[in-house]
């Protein structure tokens, strides 16, 4: 199991990678090119630029999030071919620097939607929240305006201002659009690139939908066991393989992580971990790794990774802000302490885990 920390880059992240090296455990940096948008090209000169800075500071930087897709690949649209020609390039060029795995989403027009980004909790301590009333309710432009006030001037992945700006033209466009729309341009896609990604040796690792149900009528393809059978099954490459994030799909208490773990962990090439407390209406908030803290079984997430002794990478996902961690000073979901908590959490219940099994051999 390979411990890593994302990071938004110098100038984009208060957070220094000389802090993120304290972090016990942690040997890679999860990184993007944040300033590029979605379709353009990732040269092999600014990927090295990036990675030299991660490695000078006794860290790797052999995965990233996110390398977005186009929305026209996901609309299936003619140009969709000049897009996947552009993504094939990106993934060599990320391959000859090393990177090994790649986790993107296929979700549309938005990436993760919140309703409040500094929701208080019991201890004091704020964290993401999703009221599901609000979104039901919600014109989508109403939460973007939100994301972008509570944002602090720093851009959130997939909530690029260049993106939002198209907001209702997108919404026209997948109009009518279903789950199999949009699957059938997922494998476009996928078969596209697996060869490139086979002979690069670079691995795709979808991000699952968050939250894992439809939003203002868009459709989702990563939120349970059935879709993500059939995802799987578009392209049945390991290339084409997941990232497993407990707290997207944990928003849906339906969703069993351990079994949908057990099932799917050949295909899992990064985890997520992180806690979300799901009440009886549906909001959800997330909440610290602690498995007592939310409705996430945390501790059975990390015995199965240990089972199957986990070779993949896995990162803390969001966190809450502690600590005097505020919309002034922090990223949200993004703060450096909870999340460094969240690492000591996984590594221990992975060493208690480990440990068992040795003594059962
Ligand atoms: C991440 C996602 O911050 C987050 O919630 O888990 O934004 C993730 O990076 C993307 O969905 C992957 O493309
Ligand atoms: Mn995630």
């Known amino acids: 199991m390979k411990m890593s920390f994302r990071w938004y880059g110098e100038n984009n992240d208060p957070i220094s990678l000389d802090y993120i090296r304290q972090?016990?455990?942690?040997?890679?940096?999860?990184?993007?090119?944040?300033?590029?948008?979605?379709?353009?090209?990732?040269?092999?000169?600014?990927?090295?630029?990036?990675?030299?800075?991660?490695?000078?500071h006794g860290l790797k930087g052999t995965i990233v999030e996110s390398v977005n897709i186009h929305e026209d690949i996901k609309l299936g649209l003619p140009s969709r071919d000049a897009y996947i020609e552009t993504y094939k390039t990106c993934l060599k060029n990320l391959a000859a620097n090393g990177v090994k795995v790649v986790c993107y989403n296929f979700m549309p027009i938005f990436d993760w939607t919140r309703t409040d980004m500094f929701h208080p909790l019991a201890d004091g301590s704020t964290a993401l929240f999703f009221d599901k009333e609000k979104i039901i309710n919600a014109?989508?432009?109403?939460?973007?305006?939100?994301?972008?006030?509570?944002?602090?001037?720093?851009?959130?992945?997939?909530?690029?201002?260049?993106r939002l700006a198209r907001i209702k033209e997108l919404f026209q466009a997948?109009?009518?659009f279903?789950?199999?729309?949009?699957?059938?341009?997922?494998?476009?896609?996928?078969?596209?690139?697996?060869?490139?990604?086979?002979?690069?040796?670079?691995?795709?690792?979808?991000?699952?939908?968050?939250p894992p149900f439809p939003i203002f009528g868009l459709p989702r393809l990563v939120n349970n066991a059935e879709n993500i059978r059939k995802l799987l099954a578009?392209?049945?490459s390991p290339y084409n393989g997941l990232t497993f994030c407990t707290g997207s799909l944990g928003a849906d208490p339906?969703?069993?992580?351990?079994?949908?773990?057990?099932?799917?962990?050949?295909?899992?090439?990064?985890?997520?971990?992180?806690?979300?407390?799901v009440a009886a209406n549906g909001d959800f908030s997330e909440?610290?790794?602690?498995?007592?803290?939310?409705?996430?079984?945390?501790?059975?997430?990390?015995?199965?990774?240990?089972?199957?002794?986990?070779?993949?990478?896995?990162?803390?996902?969001?966190?809450?802000?502690?600590?005097?961690?505020?919309?002034?000073?922090?990223?949200?979901?993004?703060?450096?302490?909870?999340?460094?908590?969240?690492?000591?959490y996984l590594l221990g219940s992975w060493d208690m885990a480990t440990r068992q099994i040795d003594r059962n051999k």
Not at 25 to 52: M, N, P, R, S
């Open 23 to 56: 972090i016990p455990g942690v040997e890679e940096v999860v990184w993007a090119l944040h300033e590029k948008q979605a379709g353009a090209l990732w040269t092999k000169e600014e990927i090295k630029e990036q990675i030299d800075v991660i490695e000078s």
């Open 139 to 162: 014109d989508p432009q109403e939460l973007v305006d939100m994301v972008e006030k509570e944002s602090n001037g720093l851009t959130l992945p997939g909530w690029e201002p260049e």
């Open 174 to 176: 997948y109009e009518g």
């Open 178 to 210: 279903d789950e199999e729309r949009l699957r059938e341009n997922f494998k476009y896609f996928m078969d596209a690139i697996i060869p490139t990604c086979e002979e690069y040796d670079i691995k795709m690792a979808i991000h699952p939908d968050d």
């Open 234 to 236: 578009t392209n049945p």
């Open 254 to 277: 339906n969703n069993d992580l351990v079994s949908l773990l057990k099932e799917f962990n050949q295909r899992v090439h990064f985890m997520h971990v992180r806690n979300v407390r």
């Open 287 to 344: 909440v610290s790794h602690r498995t007592q803290d939310g409705t996430v079984d945390i501790t059975g997430v990390m015995q199965v990774l240990a089972e199957i002794n986990f070779t993949g990478y896995i990162r803390p996902d969001h966190g809450r802000h502690i600590f005097g961690e505020n919309a002034t000073n922090v990223r949200p979901g993004y703060g450096l302490y909870d999340r460094a908590l969240g690492v000591m």
